[in-house]
């Protein structure tokens, strides 16, 4: 009887423990999604952004899409990539230099696989990259970068009134073509897509930056940029565009500063993001 309740605890104990090391294995092998950085990442002081690098390596594409629709592609591209294999690279190189896996995808526009690495605290992050470049296996390499919008608005009286389309000469331009049949991809911040220049002209629209600016159609500097490339022509509303008949993708990477102002920030790691 007391052999038997032995036998019946030991073996709790023994699933118990497995469990345990299942949940182990699970959790120090789970991989991040990329927007799950993104707090850590904007929210970082100065010197926990450089010690964050991108590095762009070599890999295992994956099947062949053929080529054909002008809205999608400009030439043929990869997809379905091997992402184990790619991924086995990426922690192979973390490995090698000592660094921290963070968190990796394929860049199918590119086809290469982008790595976020982090630089430990007693390593020099020069050093590291230049070590990187180094490497045969390593495409390219960089620091995290970050990055500001153009966004000061000028104080002149007739600044609304201002117009370089006679530079341009638009309108001998739009005989020749108004950009029928071209997708134009807009890596900016949010863009007020029903804005009644801009309303039909979006083919579709993504938030990379959803954890730190969720808003998308009240971001003013995107939303001025796309009216600067597509504003509706002959509809008697506001400018025209330098290619009024594209199709627009909205790509948000950057977030502005302030709610209702043109200055935006973005950095490497969202632009990488919304490249591919």
């Known amino acids: 009887m007391l052999i038997n309740r032995l036998r019946i605890h030991l073996h709790s104990v023994l699933i118990a423990l497995v469990g345990l090391l299942i949940i182990a294995c699970h959790v120090s092998g789970a991989e991040q999604d990329p927007s799950s950085m993104l707090n850590s990442l904007y929210t970082g002081s100065g010197e926990e952004a450089e010690k964050i690098i991108l590095v762009l390596h070599r890999g295992r594409p994956g099947n062949e899409m053929a080529s054909g629709s002008r809205l999608t592609m400009y030439r043929s591209r990869s997809y379905n990539p091997d992402i184990t294999w790619n991924r086995r690279v990426s922690r192979s190189l973390a490995e090698r230099y000592g660094l921290n896996y963070l968190t990796d995808w394929w860049m199918s526009e590119i ?33 995290l970068s970050i990055f500001s919008t153009l966004g000061e608005e000028p104080n002149d009286p007739y600044f609304e009134l201002q117009s370089s389309a006679r530079y341009f000469d638009l309108t001998g331009m739009h005989v020749r073509s108004t950009g029928r049949n071209i997708l134009i991809a807009i890596v900016d911040t949010g863009i007020e897509t029903k804005h009644q220049d801009l309303d039909g002209q979006f083919h579709s629209s993504r938030n990379f930056v959803e954890q730190v600016s969720p808003g998308f159609t009240e971001d003013m500097h995107g939303t001025a940029v796309a009216g600067v490339i597509a504003a509706r022509a002959n509809n008697a509303v506001g400018i025209v565009g330098m290619a009024p008949d594209a199709k627009l993708l909205g790509l948000k990477a950057c977030w502005p500063v302030e709610t209702g102002k043109l200055a935006a920030v973005c950095n490497s790691f969202t632009l990488a993001l919304a490249i591919n």
């Open 111 to 143: 086809d290469v696989n982008c790595a976020v690495l982090r630089v430990p605290q007693d390593q020099d992050t020069g050093d590291v990259l230049a070590a990187l470049l180094a490497d045969p296996e390593v495409v390219t390499a960089q620091q």
